[in-house]
């Protein structure tokens, strides 16, 4: 069973830190990974999709890269802002030819910037 | 377009009611998801449908939800029973293709008393 990792669990740094998330999967056999965003009392809003033939994604001031081999992938966030305050959520699907669809997730990181 | 759209945003309802959750996905999209958020065990799927077709129910934590998807644009989940273990935050998402980049509506906050 896929199980995801997300570290750490919170962080709080102050505004114009360049910062890095790390997500950990146990099963390298994924499709593609998924960065999300959620706000308090929002939904997810999608930040970057890399497919599994992908090393790296970038939209913006946010890097997503991917290590399959390793189960690995960082989200790198440029110049923070306090705007970037949210919790960070990935997630990844399975290869096809097994098990289910559908997106299995980490438990998020909870990241502050202080103004 | 609107994006996902779900509704109500809130319910709060009493132990044994029935709830039903309700879903819009964005138009074109083939796959349809629903999954439960709680702090204690984070996003968790429920169910996904395919071309309309449930393709996999085995997140359904028991026989009292169920979910339809009677045609390409609405989905529901239903609780009945309901009951107070069943309070969360249920989302709703689609995508084009069934492994291609999923698109989450705003929740519906489920509350059982």
């Known amino acids: 069973k896929q199980e995801v990792t997300q570290i750490p669990a919170a962080l709080s740094v102050p505004e114009g830190e360049n910062l890095v998330l790390n997500c950990s999967f146990t099963d390298s056999a994924i499709y593609n990974l998924q960065w999300f965003r959620q706000d308090p009392g929002k939904g997810l809003t999608s930040l970057l999709l890399i497919q599994s033939s992908q090393r790296e994604q970038t939209s913006g001031r946010l890097n997503a890269s991917l290590d399959k081999s390793s189960g690995r992938s960082t989200l790198y966030i440029a110049a923070s802002q306090p705007g970037d305050s949210a919790t960070y959520l990935c997630?990844?699907?399975?290869?096809?030819?097994?098990?289910?669809?559908?997106?299995?997730f980490g438990k998020g990181t909870h990241l502050i910037i202080q103004p | 377009d609107a994006g996902v759209i779900q509704s109500p945003r809130h319910e709060v309802t009493e132990m044994g009611q029935e709830v039903t959750l309700r879903c819009k996905p964005i138009s074109g999209h083939n796959s349809l998801f629903w999954y439960r958020q709680t702090m204690m065990r984070g996003l968790e799927l429920l169910i996904y449908f395919n071309n309309n077709v449930p393709i996999d129910d085995s997140g359904m934590p028991e026989d009292r939800f169920s979910a339809k998807m009677p045609n390409a644009s609405f989905s529901t989940l239903k609780i009945q029973p309901s009951e107070p273990r069943d309070s969360a935050v249920y989302f709703c998402a689609s995508s084009r293709q069934r492994n291609t980049e999923a698109f989450f509506g705003q929740g519906t906050r489920l509350t059982v008393v």
């Open positions: 997630a990844v699907i399975r290869g096809l030819g097994g098990g289910a669809d559908g997106l299995t």
